[in-house]
């Protein structure tokens, strides 16, 4: 919550700039921040979405393994 406030709050700041390559400069350094926000919310995002441990190779040896077992014979 308080980094959306902040985040607006500079937006505000870089509007009120006087000159205009320092207020494009401003807005492209926003840009940037938040590019680089959005890449780590992915890698967030994506380190959550991975299977704490992955077993789908094991399973399939698993599997493999099971099928030449005699059940009850």
Known sequence: MT???SANAA????RF????VERE???QRQEAARADRQ???A??????SKPLEPMASDDVT???AMRGICRGC
């Open 25 to 27: 400069a401003c807005y």
């Open 17 to 20: 700039v006087q000159e205009k």
């Open 62 to 64: 698993l599997a493999r």
């Open 39 to 41: 890449k780590a919310q």
């Open 43 to 48: 890698a967030r995002e994506a380190e959550q």
């Open 3 to 5: 980094a959306c406030v």
């Open 11 to 14: 937006a505000e700041q870089c």
